[in-house]
């Protein structure tokens, strides 16, 4: 899975007037999974699923 900060650089993600990431494919604001046993957290596009995750 790819890192937020990654995929941002890439142009993969984009930022709102909101500074919510948003897919740049979807133009949608992403979605958050928490996983208790990490720090890491999920970020999902709710329109083509997929995933990058954000380390906190
Ligand atoms: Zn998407």
Do not use: F, H
Request: charge should be positive; include cysteine; proline fraction near 5%.
């Amino acid at each position: 899975m790819q890192s937020i900060r990654k995929a941002l650089r890439k142009g993969e993600l984009d930022k709102d007037t909101y500074e919510r990431v948003v897919c740049a494919d979807c133009d949608k604001p992403l979605k958050t999974e928490n996983d208790p046993d990490t720090i890491t957290t999920i970020r999902i596009c709710p329109e083509c699923n997929t995933k990058w995750k954000e380390i906190r």
